[in-house]
C-alpha cells in the first residue's frame, strides 16, 4: 500500500488530525531537548535580501526578516571584527559556533608552581614540531632554529623551551614503554646479521662504564647503512636510544617502514659535522660529531624523519605528514661500543638533560650571557648586532638550570645560575638586559634594542627565572630573601605591577610599548601572546599574591570573550 | 474515528512512511525564499534557521543560506561589539546603514586656525541646550550649571564654551535679521498701552547714553505682568534684545505664543536675585538683580521657555518639545528707562561679551584661576574640595578672553590672561594645575587629582587656550618666543607629543591615564570625546606641524570607521 493509498484510505479530516498530532509531537520533541541540541526554535524565517551601507564606504549584502530584523553575513563580520567561527557537526544536528578568539587554554595549574616542577603549559608544547626548527642536531640533541636565519643557529631561548618542554613532560606524563634490544648482558650473534664477513659484533667488558657493552667492527670501505644490523622489528615505540662511543669515523643507520609512497627511509648518523641532509629519495642525514667519548642518545625518529623529508632552503620547514609503521632495524659500521639500544615511546629526561647541558656549555664564562649569534631586526628599531643577551633566554636558561641541578644535583648548574644573574645588573649599552623606564621601573629586556622596547612575555619569563633560581637557594640552601636574586625578582615584580596598564588595550593587550617608544600604532599582541601573557600572570600572581596582578587577569580574560574595558 | 483509531487502522510500517513524507514536507517548507524589495541584488534567498553558540557562553539565533553561508543577527552585533546601525528609507528603497561610531564630524578648518577666529568646531555647540545647564541667568547672561550639583553652580568651562560657541556662530553665520521696535527717536504713543491709567511711557534724553531713551512708570502696587505693554506681533525672530536701567523695583514680561497646549507663555524678568522658577502653569520667572545701571541685555526666549518648562528637581533638565508661534508683547512694570527693544535671529556677540565679562569678573585676582566652587569626584579618586582650578578651565578661559580682546580691545582682558597663566606654573598640591608624568613630562590637569589623572582633552584645550594668548601676544604686541606663555605652551607641547601613544587603545582612545595611575582598566573614551581628541589634534597639527600629531590623527581617524592597529 503506497503512502498515497493510505491517505485515500482516510477522510481529509482524519489526515489532518493525525498529521496535527505529529507535528506537534515534533514541536513538544524540540521543546523538550536538551539545551546543546539547537531545534527549539521556530525555522519558519521568511528573509528578503537588503543593502548595508558599512561606514558609509562599501555595500554588504544582508537578509531582512520579515520581523525587520537585519542579519549580516559572518564573512563581514569576521573580516571586519577579526573573529572565528565554524561549523561544527553533532549526532543530529549542525551548529555554527563563534569565538572572540583563536586562544589557547590559559594556564590554570591543579597544585601549586615550583621551580622544580612543571613549566607553565609546556607540558603541550611540541618545539621541535615548530617550522621554524630546522632539526634536532646529532651533535648536541637540541634543536637548531632557522628563525632569525635560514642557515640555522643555536638559539637558546628555542632549546630552554625544547628542554622544559621536555622537562614538563615527564613529570605529567605516564612513564614510559619500551624494549630494550641489545645490553650486551645475553648472548649475541642471534640479534645481528652481516653485510660482509669481516664484520664483527662481541661481547666486552667496559671499564669506564662498568658494563658488558658491545663492541662492533666493520671494514671502512663498506657502503653507508651496511655493515652490522641489529633487527628491532618495533611498530609502537619511535624513539631510539643506545649509549655510543665510536673509536674511529663510522655511522648508525635506521631503517624505518612508513605509509609514504617511498615506504622504506633511511636516517644514517655519522661521525661528522654535518646538520642534516636528504637525498630527496629515501635517506636522510645527520652529523653526530666524533662520539669518540662515551654519550648517551636519544632520538625522536619521527621527528628526524620529518626534518629531513621536509628540509628547505626557506626559514620554515615544509610540513610533512608521514607516519612510522615500523622501525625495522639498525645498522653499525666503522669501529665503536655500543650498548642499551632501546626503543621506547618517550625519553623526555634525555632531551630535559642535553638541554640543561647546551645550557651549561653554551653560557659565555666572562658575561654569564646566553649570547644569540644573529643579527636581529625589530620594525623601527636600530638592528643588533649578533652576539645580543636576551633577559627572556637568561630567564628561561635560569628554569631550565633550576629543575637541571633539582633533577641532577650536579653543582654546575648553581655556577651557571649565578653567572646568568650578570646581564640584569647591566643596561643594554653595557651589553646587558636592563632598561629603565622614564627615570623609575627597572625592566629586563627580552631584546635590548635602542631605544628599549620593554617586551612584556620576555619580561615576564626572566621573573619566572629569576623566581626559579630564588626559590631554589631558599629551597635546596636555606638562603633567606637578601641577595641578588631575591633582590632582582622583586624589582622587577614592582616595575610589573606598576607598568601593567601601559600593555591594557582595552580588548587586547600590547606585546610591548614600542609605540611609547617610537610614537607609532601600538603593537598589538596576537591571541597567542595575550594567552601567554595571561599564563605568566596567573603563574606570578600563584607565588606572589600580588592583588593588581589578579585585577587584569580578571580584566585580560574577559577579552577573549569579546568582553572589553568600558567606555565613559 | 480517533487518532489511535486512525492509527491503528494502519500497519505500522505505513504509518512511518506517511510521517516521514509530512515530515519531509516540513523540512522543504522551512527553506524559504521571500521576494520583495531592493532592486540591485537577487531577492532569491533561501535560508534556514541555525544556533550559533556564542564563545561557549550563549546561544543565538541565526540564519544559515542554502550556500551555508551563515547570517548572524544585527541586535546581537550591536550589543555584542558596541557598533550602531538604522534602516534608512530613501526613494524608492530602504538601505541598512551600519556604522562603528556614533560620532560628530572631526574638525577640518578651511582657513587657517586663529586665536582671532572660530574655536574649533564650536560654531556646531548648542551649550544652552544641554540638560545639564539649568537656565541662561537673567543676572550675567552666562549659563548656571548643574553637572556635579543640583542647585546649579557657575562653571567656568561651561561659560566659556558658551562664549566661544557664540563667538563661532558670530564668525560663521550671515548676519542677523533683526526688528527694532523701540528706540524712543519717533513719537512714542501709538505703540504703547496701559493696564492702568497711572502708567506712563515717554522719551527722555539720556546724557550717559546720548540718546533719546523710553522713561516708564507704572504703579507699584500692579500685578506682575501689567503695566506699559509694546506690541510686537513677530513670528520670524525670537531673540530679544534690549538696554535697560531701572530706578526702582520692577519687571518685564514677555507674552509668547506657542504650539503648546498651553498656548500662551509669560516670561518674567525681575528685579531680584531668583535663578529661574515656573508656575507649573504659563508663568516662568528670572531674576536680573537690581539693573540699577544701564545694561545690554539678549535673551534667547526659546531657551528661556524651555528652561522655565523643563526646569527640574534632578541634575538635568527635561527635554522640552515647544516651539514659539509669535513673540506677541513685552510688558514693562516699575520705574526705569529702556532703549532699542529689538527681536532679532541672533545676538552671539552679545552673548560672547556676557561670557567674557563674566570671565573677566570671577577670575580670583590672588590665583588667576577660575576656581570651581562644587565638589568633584573621580572614581578611584581622593573627592576634590570645593575651589579647585582645572588646566581645562584655564585654557578655555584664555581662548575666550584672547577673542574678547581682539574684538573689544579692553585691556583689562590681557591683565586677566596675563593672571591665568599662573596656576600652570604651580603644582595640584598648591592649587595649581601643573603635573608630571614619572619625574619626565609636564602636563597640565583637567582634574587637580590625587594622584594625577591625566585626562588628555583637558590638557588639549589648555595648550590651545596657551597658544591663544601666546599668538594674541605675537600678533598684537610683537612679542617674540620668549617669556611664559610660549615656555608653558612649548612644554606641553614636548609631553603631549611624547605621551600620545600611552592613550592609544589600538581602535579606541583613553579618555586619561587612571589605569596607569590607579591600576585599574582602561577609561576608554566614548566616541564623542574621540572625536574631541581628533579635533584638538587637527588643531594643534595645524599650528604645530609636528608630524607624530599628523600619525595620529590618521590612525585615530581609522578607529571611527573600524580600521584597528594592526596585531603581530
Known amino acids: 500500500m503506497s503512502v498515497k493509498s493510505i491517505e485515500e484510505s482516510l477522510s481529509k479530516d482524519k489526515l489532518n488530525e493525525l498529521k496535527q498530532q505529529w507535528l506537534n509531537e515534533l514541536k513538544t520533541s524540540q521543546i523538550l531537548s536538551v ?4 531545534p527549539q526554535t521556530d525555522s519558519q524565517v521568511p528573509v528578503s535580501a537588503i543593502q548595508c551601507l558599512i561606514n558609509d564606504e562599501k555595500m554588504v549584502q544582508c537578509l531582512k526578516s520579515s520581523k525587520s530584523e537585519i542579519y549580516m553575513p559572518f564573512d563581514f563580520i569576521q573580516n571586519y571584527f577579526d573573529v572565528y567561527g565554524k561549523m561544527k557537526h553533532y549526532d543530529g544536528y549542525d551548529r555554527f559556533e563563534f569565538q572572540q578568539s583563536n586562544a589557547k587554554d590559559v594556564y590554570n595549574p591543579k597544585t601549586p608552581y615550583t621551580y622544580s616542577g612543571v613549566f607553565m603549559t609546556f607540558e603541550t608544547s611540541n618545539v621541535e614540531a615548530r617550522d621554524r626548527v630546522k632539526c634536532i642536531s646529532g651533535i648536541t640533541g637540541v634543536p637548531l632554529s632557522t628563525q632569525w636565519h635560514i642557515e640555522g643557529y643555536y638559539y637558546g631561548i628555542q632549546i630552554a623551551q625544547f628542554g622544559m618542554s621536555h622537562y614538563s613532560k615527564h613529570m605529567t606524563q605516564k612513564p614510559p614503554t619500551k624494549q630494550v634490544y641489545e645490553n650486551a648482558e645475553e648472548s649475541v650473534q642471534p640479534r645481528w646479521t652481516f ?16 658494563s658488558q657493552v658491545i663492541k662492533f667492527t666493520t671494514p671502512d670501505s663498506i657502503p653507508l647503512g651496511s655493515g652490522a644490523s641489529l633487527v628491532l622489528g618495533n611498530t609502537m615505540e619511535f624513539i631510539l636510544s643506545f649509549d655510543l662511543k665510536m673509536v674511529a669515523n663510522g655511522s648508525l643507520s635506521v631503517v624505518l617502514e612508513t605509509n609514504d609512497k617511498m615506504k622504506q627511509y633511511t636516517i644514517h648518523y655519522i661521525t661528522n659535522s654535518l646538520v642534516i641532509d636528504y637525498d630527496l629519495k629515501s635517506n636522510i642525514y645527520y652529523g653526530i660529531g666524533p662520539s669518540s667519548t662515551w654519550r648517551h ?28 609503521q615500523k622501525v625495522s632495524r639498525l645498522i653499525v659500521r666503522g ?5 642499551n639500544v632501546t626503543l621506547s615511546s618517550s625519553e623526555h629526561l634525555t632531551q630535559f638533560f642535553d638541554a640543561s647541558q647546551w645550557m651549561y656549555l653554551n653560557q659565555d664564562k666572562e658575561t654569564g650571557g646566553w649570547k644569540n649569534y644573529v643579527e636581529r631586526k625589530l620594525e623601527g628599531f636600530e638592528a643588533i648586532p649578533s652576539g645580543w643577551i636576551s633577559a627572556m633566554g637568561q630567564g628561561q636558561g635560569m628554569s631550565v638550570l633550576s629543575r637541571a641541578y633539582h633533577v641532577f644535583h650536579d653543582p654546575k648548574y648553581i655556577v651557571a645560575l649565578s653567572r646568568a644573574l650578570q646581564p640584569f645588573t647591566k643596561s643594554s649599552e653595557q651589553g646587558g638586559v636592563r632598561a629603565t623606564f622614564l627615570k623609575t621601573y627597572t625592566w629586563y629586556e627580552e631584546y635590548p634594542t635602542k631605544p628599549s622596547s620593554f617586551v612584556l612575555n620576555g619580561f615576564m619569563y626572566s621573573l619566572i627565572g629569576l623566581y626559579d633560581f630564588k626559590s631554589l637557594l631558599e629551597h635546596e640552601f636555606g638562603f633567606g630573601s637578601n641577595g641578588e636574586p631575591p633582590k632582582l625578582y622583586h624589582d622587577g615584580m614592582t616595575s610589573l605591577t606598576a607598568m601593567l ?4 588595550g582595552g580588548s587586547h593587550t600590547f606585546y610591548d610599548l614600542r609605540h611609547f617608544m617610537l610614537h607609532t600604532s601600538p603593537n598589538v599582541a596576537r591571541w597567542g601572546y595575550h594567552v601567554t601573557h ?8 600563584s ?5 593588581v596582578l589578579k585585577k587584569f587577569i580578571n580584566n585580560w580574560s ?3 570573550k569579546g568582553k572589553v574595558a568600558k567606555h565613559n
Request: charged residues 35%; hydrophobic residues 35%; positive net charge.
Open 534 to 541: 595571561l599564563s605568566q600572570l596567573v603563574l606570578l600572581y
Open 558 to 560: 574577559g577579552y577573549l
Open 543 to 547: 607565588v606572589s599574591r600580588e592583588p
Open 195 to 210: 653485510s660482509n664477513k669481516n664484520c664483527l659484533v662481541e661481547k666486552k667488558k667496559d671499564f669506564e662504564r662498568n
Open 335 to 339: 669501529r665503536g661500543y655500543i650498548d
Open 297 to 324: 642518545m636519544a632520538r625522536d625518529l619521527l621527528t628526524d624523519l620529518k626534518k629531513g623529508i621536509g628540509i628547505s632552503t626557506t626559514r620554515h620547514a615544509k610540513k610533512v605528514k608521514v607516519v612510522i
Open 501 to 504: 596598564p601601559l600593555y591594557d
Open 35 to 38: 539545551p546543546d541540541e539547537p
